[in-house]
C-alpha cells in the first residue's frame, strides 16, 4: 500500500485512501469502494451523541464560548449567567440532547459591510445554543479534519492564510501563472441543507446527531424585528459553520485533486493554477459546471474568472512574478480609507489618543501584510500619513497665534512660524510647507510615539545575525 500523504491516510482507517479514486469516478457516478468505507465509518459512529454530551466535552466548549466572548442571543443570557446556569442544569442540558427534545432558539440576525462592497448577513445563536454547537464542532471536527485537502487552508487547527498564501506563492514559482479565480456567490447563504444533511449522513451513522444538526441548520433566524424561515444556508457567526462549510467544500477540493490540478482554498476562497490559458478556461467551465449542477451552489460570473497571477488578489495579497508576494491595491486602498477615517480633523480626539489608535491599528495591519515585499509603497504610504497627521494636529492649534507658538516650541525660526500662521493655503498644502519639515520631522514624530511602518517593516524583514 502507498504510503499517507499530509491529509490523506491508509484504508484501514480512513476515509480517503491514497489509492482510490476521490468520491467519484471518471463517469461522474459514486465511487463504490468509497462508498464501502463510508459505511465502515457510519459503524464507528454509532453512538457519537454521547462524546457531544460528555460533561467534559459540553464544559470544553463553554470554557471555549466564554473565551470567544461575544454578544448574547434573543434571550439576552450573557456568557457569564449562562457559566452559573450550566453549573446548576448541565445534566438537564445533556438530556434534553441526547432524548432530542432539544430545540435551539432563534438566531439573531445582524447585517455588516463588506470590505469589498454588499453586505454579510450574521447569526448570532444563543449563549446555550452556541456552547451546543461548539461541543458538536470539537467531536467532528476531530473526525473529519485529519481526512480534509492539505490544499485546504480556512478554519482549520495549524492552518493559516499566511500558510496558504506561501503554498499558493510556490505553485506560482513552479510556472502555472494562469489562475482560474472562482467566487463563490453567498457561499454561506446558499449552502443546501438537504445536501449537506446528505454529505453528514455518509459519514455519521448516530442518527440523533444528524437531526440535531437539522434542528440547528432550519432554525428561523430575526431579522429588523420579523422571524423569518431558514430554508438554505449556515449564517457566519455561528461556531459550527466554519466547519460544515469545510464539509461541504470538501467535495471540491477532492475533485479538483482527483483532475490532478494545483490549487489552495481559504474557505469558500479558490484559486486554480494551471499554465496556459486554454487549460484555464478548460478547467473554469467545467468546475463551474460541477460547482451549480453537482454541488448546488451558485457561482458569481462577474467576479470569476480567469487572471494572470499578478492581477490576483488572493487574502489580500498580490501574487506577483516569481512567486513573490506583494500587497494588492483593494488591500493598500482599503488601508487608506480606514486612515483617512480615523484621522477625520473634526474627530475631537487628542493627538495622542490619535497616535494609539493608529498603532493599534498598523500594528495588527503589518502583522499580517508582513510576507509582502511592499518596501516603496510603504515609503509612500508613511509620507501620505504624516502629512494626514501634521494636519490633523496643525488644525488644533485653531488660531494664527496658536500655529506660531507651536511651531516656536517645535525651534523653527520666529519669521518663517510668522510666515507659515498668516498663510492663506489649506492643511494639506501647509503640512508640506519648510516650517512643518523642520519642526515636524522624522524625530519629532518618534518622541510622539508615532509608529513607523516602514521601520517595523524592516525590523521584521532583519535577517538574524
Request: hydrophobic share 35%.
Amino acid at each position: 500500500m502507498k504510503p499517507a500523504s499530509q491529509g490523506e491516510c491508509t484504508r484501514s482507517n480512513v476515509l480517503f485512501a491514497t489509492d482510490i479514486p476521490v468520491w467519484y469516478e471518471k463517469s461522474g457516478k459514486v465511487n463504490p469502494e468509497w462508498l464501502s468505507i463510508c459505511e465502515k465509518e457510519r459503524n464507528q459512529t454509532m453512538r457519537l451523541l454521547e462524546k457531544i454530551t460528555d460533561y467534559g466535552n459540553l464544559e470544553k466548549a463553554y470554557k471555549q464560548v466564554k473565551q470567544n466572548k461575544g454578544s448574547s442571543g434573543v434571550d439576552g443570557m450573557t456568557v457569564e449567567a449562562f457559566g452559573i446556569w450550566f453549573v446548576k442544569n448541565w445534566q438537564t442540558l445533556q438530556k434534553e440532547l441526547q432524548e432530542g427534545i432539544y430545540a435551539p432558539e432563534v438566531v439573531k440576525g445582524v447585517s455588516i459591510p463588506k470590505p469589498k462592497g454588499g453586505i454579510r448577513q450574521l447569526g448570532i445563536p444563543t449563549v446555550k445554543d452556541r456552547v451546543v454547537q461548539q461541543a458538536i464542532n470539537q467531536v467532528l471536527q476531530r473526525i473529519y479534519d485529519p481526512k480534509f485537502s492539505r490544499n485546504s487552508y480556512g478554519f482549520r487547527p495549524n492552518k493559516s492564510a499566511h500558510q496558504a498564501l506561501l503554498e499558493a506563492s510556490q505553485i506560482v514559482k513552479s510556472g502555472k501563472t494562469k489562475v482560474v479565480d472562482l467566487d463563490l456567490a453567498n457561499f454561506f447563504d446558499e449552502v443546501n441543507h438537504q445536501r449537506l444533511l446528505w454529505l453528514l449522513g455518509t459519514r455519521i451513522g448516530d442518527k440523533r446527531v444528524i437531526r440535531l444538526l437539522s434542528k440547528i441548520l432550519k432554525t428561523d433566524i430575526l431579522l429588523d424585528g420579523l422571524q423569518k424561515q431558514r430554508r438554505k444556508g449556515t449564517p457566519q457567526g455561528s461556531p459550527l459553520s466554519p466547519l460544515l462549510s469545510n464539509i461541504v467544500l470538501d467535495e471540491l477540493d477532492q475533485e479538483l485533486s482527483r483532475r490532478g490540478l494545483r490549487f489552495v482554498r481559504y474557505a469558500d476562497d479558490v484559486q486554480i493554477f494551471v499554465s496556459s490559458k486554454l487549460s484555464a478556461e478548460r478547467v473554469c467551465s467545467s468546475i463551474i459546471k460541477f460547482i451549480e449542477g453537482r454541488m448546488k451552489l451558485k457561482v458569481n460570473r462577474e467576479k470569476s474568472g480567469i487572471k494572470p497571477s499578478i492581477k490576483v488578489n488572493f487574502l489580500g495579497y498580490s501574487l506577483l512574478y516569481g512567486g513573490k508576494l506583494g500587497l494588492s491595491e483593494p488591500s493598500e486602498r482599503r488601508l487608506k480609507e480606514q486612515i483617512k477615517a480615523l484621522t477625520q480633523r473634526n474627530r475631537g480626539v487628542s493627538f495622542d489618543q490619535l497616535l494609539k489608535e493608529l498603532k493599534s491599528k498598523l500594528r495588527g495591519w503589518l502583522q499580517y501584510f508582513r510576507l509582502a515585499q511592499m518596501q516603496k509603497k510603504l515609503k509612500r504610504l508613511e509620507g501620505w500619513l504624516r502629512r494626514k497627521l501634521k494636519c490633523f494636529r496643525l488644525k488644533q492649534c485653531k488660531r494664527t497665534i496658536g500655529i506660531v507658538r507651536f511651531l516656536k516650541k517645535l525651534g523653527v525660526e520666529n519669521k518663517l512660524c510668522w510666515r507659515t500662521g498668516l498663510s492663506g493655503k489649506g492643511w494639506w498644502r501647509l503640512s508640506n510647507s519648510p516650517a512643518l519639515n523642520i519642526g515636524m520631522n522624522n524625530k519629532w514624530f518618534e518622541k510622539q510615539g508615532f509608529y513607523s511602518l516602514t521601520q517595523n517593516y524592516k525590523r521584521l524583514h532583519r535577517k538574524p545575525i
